[in-house]
């Protein structure tokens, strides 16, 4: 590109970039994310894609995403990354799988994103997958916009569910809007910094609500509609504004402090308050660590990592997607870029978009951004990309499995096949792999139930071997390491019955119990045992 050529094209990009938000909903299943996003996207005016997602959650007694997506071709695909404009942004919205697809691309989605929405059903109140999710935040610190939906039912105390986030996930809460009311009662909530009171119309299901605001808590008008709430309200607020946290944008960004929303997502209410907020304060793209150096979103040029692959998604084909977030710079299709772990160049033909229902091809994309490569095996989990130079992402980790199981081989002969298979999921993100240092079985781990059924399922159908799984004495497993080369093998000969390598050759300790485990940290204080393992 000539100076002049670049000059031009640079603050055009500069201001695609930044004015990109990529986040996350995170949630416990039925809170109301698939809800949530659907209004969302209604705001985006990306209608028919509410219907879209609709028809997924329709399709929820398919036994997984992928499987899924053969009974409603396109479907699950197209959203598991949404791209639509709101106010002059462009919102990239990440779908953690949930229910029966929890599985760990549910974490590692939250690797690619710069901010997350935690939402939180007001009767439940703060959830075991919430805490779950809300850890892998943490990693990064990455900022949280909290929403307390249903409130068009009876709900906790308000003040009750912010100390419950406190004190359980550990993180400040800042009131931003406050409900008037619950259930049949829910009159609407009052925005704490813009003194507005947002009327609550109930049954806005279908269409963008007009919202009736009443300015200042003072306005005669509000006392008029609502003369049995506002004696209440006032002392109520008269009090957050003495003790409540002030919202903090800083606090905010640096993962410490959550301004939280209260509405309901089925009505419609309080959505709007949030997409601003995430136009307002959510960080655009950040920077992104790499091996050798820290990699600024508006550097000119291309660089990104691959945090998820999902295979069959056209099973005529046989092939597998994966999912790019593009940390730098500006792609165009039919870019030459690095595939550093192959030290090759490819030149990216036709890559995939998620800006509509169908797969789109994409010109354009910038930092912020997802794209699909097509890929026949080659993309691996946790794989950078980048116009040459030597820059290997990192914080995309494997995260220790909840779950395992023992391999079982109906045809002894086919063993070299299923390690073949086993090897190359494992390298998918699909499942994690452990070779017990004793004896000859494999054990699988995963984080969902369900990753287990679709390896057997892709063991038969892409590798035609037969597996069955067990169970198997593990409850949790830790990637182990010393600094003393002779400690680590005095641990590793007396624990041997305990140790596996994984995919990667990794030692890790595959522990019988959490007390199992906590024993074995005590005993053994100079071995490091890590809860997750990065890929490169
Ligand atoms: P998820 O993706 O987090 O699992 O939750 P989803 O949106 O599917 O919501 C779970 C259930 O909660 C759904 O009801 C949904 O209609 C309901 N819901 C979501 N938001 C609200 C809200 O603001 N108020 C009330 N009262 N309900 C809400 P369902 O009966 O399980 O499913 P459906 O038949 O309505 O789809």
Redesign the pocket.
């Known amino acids: 590109m000539s100076e002049n050529a670049e000059a031009l094209s640079r603050p055009h990009s500069l201001d695609e970039i930044r004015r990109r938000r990529t986040f996350a909903i995170i949630?416990?299943?039925?809170?109301?994310?698939?809800?949530?996003t659907e209004k969302l996207l209604l705001f985006g005016g990306a209608i028919q894609m509410a219907g879209t997602v609709k028809a997924r959650?329709s399709s929820r007694h398919a036994t997984s995403d992928w499987m899924a997506i053969e009974k409603s071709r396109g479907i699950s695909v197209a959203s598991s990354v949404m791209q639509f404009e709101y106010a002059d942004h462009v919102i990239n919205l990440l779908d953690t799988p949930?229910?029966q697809d929890f599985s760990e691309d549910t974490y590692r989605v939250l690797t690619a994103v710069d901010s997350a929405l935690m939402?939180i059903d007001a009767a439940n109140g703060v959830e075991a997958q919430t805490i779950k999710l809300l850890e892998v935040c943490r990693l990064r610190d990455t900022p949280i916009i909290t929403f307390m939906?249903?409130?068009?039912?009876e709900s906790r105390d308000p003040t009750e569910l912010m100390d419950e986030v406190e004190s359980v996930l550990g993180i400040a809460c800042a009131p931003v809007t406050w409900p008037v009311g619950m259930g049949k009662r829910f009159r609407g909530v009052y925005h704490l910094l813009r003194d507005e009171m947002l009327v609550f119309t109930p049954g806005q299901e279908s269409r963008e609500q007009e919202l009736e605001i009443i300015s200042g808590l003072d306005n005669p008008e509000v006392d008029r509609r609502f003369p049995e709430e506002m004696a209440d309200l006032r002392d109520e607020i008269e009090l957050l504004r003495a003790a409540a946290n002030p919202f903090d944008l800083d606090a905010f960004l640096a993962g410490k402090q959550t301004p939280v929303f209260f509405?309901?997502?089925?009505?419609n209410f309080g959505v709007r308050e949030l997409l601003q907020a995430l136009i307002d304060w959510a960080p655009g793209p950040l920077p992104r660590p790499a091996t050798s150096r820290c990699v600024e979103p508006d550097e000119e040029k291309f660089s990104g990592f691959v945090f998820k692959i999902q295979a069959n998604m056209d099973p005529q084909h046989r092939d597998r997607v994966a999912f790019l977030r593009i940390c730098s710079g500006h792609f165009q299709r039919g870019m030459r870029v690095r595939h550093l772990r192959l030290g090759r160049e490819i030149q990216i033909h036709n890559p995939i978009t998620f800006l509509a229902r169908e797969r789109e091809l994409v010109e354009d994309a910038y930092a912020g951004d997802i794209i699909g490569l097509h890929n026949h095996g080659s993309i691996q989990i946790g794989d950078s990309f980048s116009m040459g130079e030597d820059l290997q992402f990192t914080g995309i980790p494997y995260f220790a499995p909840e779950l395992f199981r023992r391999v079982r081989l109906r045809n002894p002969l086919k063993a070299k096949q299923l390690q073949k298979g086993l090897q190359q999921l494992a390298e998918e993100g699909a499942t994690q792999v452990f070779r017990p240092l004793q004896g000859g079985d494999l054990i699988l781990g995963a984080v969902g139930v369900l990753q287990f059924d679709v390896v057997a399922e892709r063991l038969k159908s892409e590798y035609a071997v037969e597996a069955s799984f067990e169970p198997v004495n593990v409850q949790t497993a830790r990637w182990v390491e010393c600094a003393d080369a002779k400690r680590l093998a005095e641990f590793s000969r007396k624990l041997e019955e305990h140790l596996a390598e994984d995919a990667g050759n990794r030692l890790a300790y595959l522990a019988p119990s959490r007390v199992n485990l906590e024993l074995t940290q005590e005993r053994w204080p100079e071995i490091i045992f890590h809860a997750t393992r990065e890929h490169a």
């Open positions: 949630s416990h299943p039925d809170a109301g994310k698939t809800t949530l959650k949930g229910h939402v939906n249903k409130f068009d039912r509405g309901s997502a089925i009505n």
